[in-house]
């Protein structure tokens, strides 16, 4: 087994983004396209990965956190000139480099290890080109191959703006993506020149080089979603539908029923149990895990949370991140989480604000409760006891905690803390008045019709 080094091309402006994030930090999924294809290349366990960055890069080097080194590209001299670029960071590498590019996020790890092994075949070729078949494969450079079935090599590859008619009627185009062995990259890479349409440094000379050396070079063709780069937020939107298309499906083959899956929207890393319903219009943001028989019902949108064993949730509830619902919890409609727990069965079915909280197995939360954690400046934290039934419209003000089976009456404010067992009534003494109400309409009639 050879070691793997990923060289990830990002150096390209983006222009047609117009953003102030570098394109390959824009999210797909809930997580950056670049991170995505980070996630691929990882399942390799590569020895070294690069990413070749040319302005934008602390915004890359704060999102990579060290897990790659970054090279500069600047100015940028085409994708030759970018992989070379990657030079030092691999000086002493000796294995299998795989060329990435950045905004092309989606390449399965599968793909990466099918160019790998084809890399390591017994004809050791020496470029193994990543290469798809497009609808329309104007604009993309295109892989002239010849030979046999099973036996074909690349003859030449070329740019669109550089092609004939005839290589321009050619499908087979280029993905970008390449294999090849570090001293046989490096040592290809010196011999390119700028002398073409561009006037940039093609990486895909190398492959021109390589044949005219007597070398045989090869294509690995994979499906056009694998290989589709983004440039725009459209195709942005269009990666976003097509990678949603997908997890849906693999949603319900995993055993969760999607109502109407069209309208669900997952994150890059939920996790579904069997028997999850969920349905139409849910939203995932990332980090949320769904147990087993859990119902998520209309119109949710939910991130970092934890949905235990057979919990309800919405229609139209609000988890944010730090939620945790332990089994048979239930949170109906406009019920907003955030970082607090509800133990075993506990409910909080009505219109409520729990955020900061610890919620006792059993408690039931009354319709409009609110748990007032925030004084403008610092967040307190309210705990709420085992089997406690919290009245509703009231207001728990924390730091405050409501012991094991204690009543809150309807309509409290709570500022101090409520003993197990307890009655926490915090209103004002009520007056009532028998028929003043009727002696006050007729007086006020009489003043209205002049008699007064
Ligand atoms: C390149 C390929 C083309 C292929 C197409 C697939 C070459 C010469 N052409 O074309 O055959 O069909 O990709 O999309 O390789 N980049 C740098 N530095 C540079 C130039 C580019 O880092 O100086 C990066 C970009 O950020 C991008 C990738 O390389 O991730 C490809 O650049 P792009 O300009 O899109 O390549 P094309 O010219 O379209
Ligand atoms: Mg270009």
Known sequence: MTQIAAIILAAGKGTRMKSDLHKVLHPVAGRPMLMHLMASVDA????????????????????????????LQEPQHGTGHAVQMAHGALSGFDGDVLIL???????????????????????????VVLAFEPGDPTG???????????????????????????????????????????????ALLARVTN???????????????????????????TD??????????????????????RRRIQ????????IAPETVWFAYD??????VLIEPNVFFGPGVSVADNAKIRAYCHIEGAMIGEGCEVGPFARLRPGTVLEEKAKVGNFVEVKNAALGQGAKANHLSYIGDATVGAKANIGAGTITCNYDGYFKYQTVIGEGAFIGSNSALIAPVKIGRDAIVAAGSAVTRDVADGELRLVRAEQSVKPGWADR?????????????
């Open 140 to 186: 993309y450079g295109r892989v002239i191959v010849e030979g046999a079935k099973g036996q074909e090599r690349i003859v030449k590859m070329v740019e669109q703006k550089d092609a004939s008619a005839a290589e321009k009627a050619v499908k087979l185009s280029n993905s970008g993506l390449m294999a090849v062995k570090a001293a046989d990259l490096f």
């Open 224 to 245: 056009p979603f694998d290989v589709a780069g983004i440039n725009s937020r459209a195709q942005l939107a269009e990666m976003e539908g097509e990678w949603q298309k």
């Open 101 to 127: 590019y950045g905004d092309v996020p989606f390449v399965p790890t599968a793909t990466m290890q099918a160019m790998i092994d084809r890399l390591n075949a017994d004809d050791a070729p020496a470029v």
């Open 270 to 275: 939920t996790v579904l149990g069997r028997d």
């Open 195 to 221: 002398d073409n349409a561009q006037k940039e440094y093609y990486l895909t000379d190398i492959v021109n080089i390589a044949n005219s050396d007597g070398r045989r070079c090869v294509a690995v063709t």
């Open 44 to 71: 390799l366990a590569p020895e070294k990965k690069v990413v070749v960055v040319g302005s934008g890069k602390a915004q890359l080097e704060e999102a990579l956190a060290g897990s790659a080194e970054l090279a």
């Open 251 to 258: 949603a319900m083959d995993g055993g969760a029923t999607l």
């Open 440 to 452: 006050f309409h007729d007086a006020m009639r009489r003043k209205k019709e002049g008699k007064g």
